[in-house]
T-cell receptor
Framework: GENVEQHPSTLSVQEGDSAVIKCTYSDSASNYFPWYKQELGKGPQLIIDIRSNVGEKKDQRIAVTLNKTAKHFSLHITETQPEDSAVYFCAASPAGGTSYGKLTFGQGTILTVHP | DAGVIQSPRHEVTEMGQEVTLRCKPISGHDYLFWYRQTMMRGLELLIYFNNNVPIDDSGMPEDRFSAKMPNASFSTLKIQPSEPRDSAVYFC??????????????FGPGTRLTVL
């Protein structure tokens, strides 16, 4: 089955700096890679996702890059703000087959943005 | 739409008791997922359904755990008997399963379970 590794486990930055979180995956059949943000006491919420036919996707201060050859993808947050402080999860999902729709999550990164 | 609804939000019970967690997915979503989140193991998929049929229950820890989806708008996760190591936050999520946004999962607020 799929295995997703996420690094770093904790990340501390100053407000205004950039933050980068990296993930690797093992199953070459995976083609959907979402990123979720989880705030304290809440369920994870999708913030951005990318599919394997795209190498990069951007949404305001957030961007995701994908390298299918190397099987890794990254989340980039620019101009960080204190409200970006949360736990971030990457995930991977296959295109089809018996595991269609199933997400395998990374271990999570605790991001702290200091004012 | 109100999003995914879970109840109860908090549950405290004693070891050996039966616990039932409930979930109402987003209307029109074909997939429903049950996850467990702990500090040690992170976010684990327990079981998921497609059109009310269980597809993969390989994440269910043991026979004490069971899940049902009697119709498209309701699912339960039952633990009987409960043990202290079952203490965790349990999330339900749903996804459309069709079209461009097919894989996107929407999570509920979770049920925090404490087994004493």
């Amino acid at each position: 089955g799929e295995n997703v590794e996420q690094h770093p486990s904790t990340l501390s930055v100053q407000e205004g700096d950039s933050a980068v979180i990296k993930c690797t995956y093992s199953d070459s059949a995976s083609n959907y890679f979402p990123w979720y943000k989880q705030e304290l006491g809440k369920g994870p919420q999708l913030i951005i996702d990318i599919r394997s036919n795209v190498g990069e996707k951007k949404d305001q201060r957030i961007a995701v890059t994908l390298n299918k050859t190397a099987k890794h993808f990254s989340l980039h947050i620019t101009e960080t703000q204190p409200e970006d402080s949360a736990v971030y999860f990457c995930a991977a999902s296959p295109a089809g087959g018996t595991s269609y729709g199933k997400l395998t999550f990374g271990q999570g990164t605790i991001l702290t943005v200091h004012p | 739409d109100a999003g995914v609804i879970q109840s109860p939000r908090h549950e405290v019970t004693e070891m050996g008791q039966e616990v039932t967690l409930r979930c109402k997915p987003i209307s029109g979503h074909d997939y429903l997922f049950w996850y467990r989140q702990t500090m040690m193991r992170g976010l684990e998929l327990l079981i998921y359904f497609n059109n009310n049929v269980p597809i993969d229950d390989s994440g269910m820890p043991e026979d004490r755990f069971s899940a049902k989806m009697p119709n498209a708008s309701f699912s339960t996760l039952k633990i009987q008997p409960s043990e202290p190591r079952d203490s965790a936050v349990y999330f339900c999520a749903s996804s459309i399963g069709r079209g461009l946004a097919s894989n996107e999962q929407f999570f509920g607020p979770g049920t925090r379970l404490t087994v004493l």
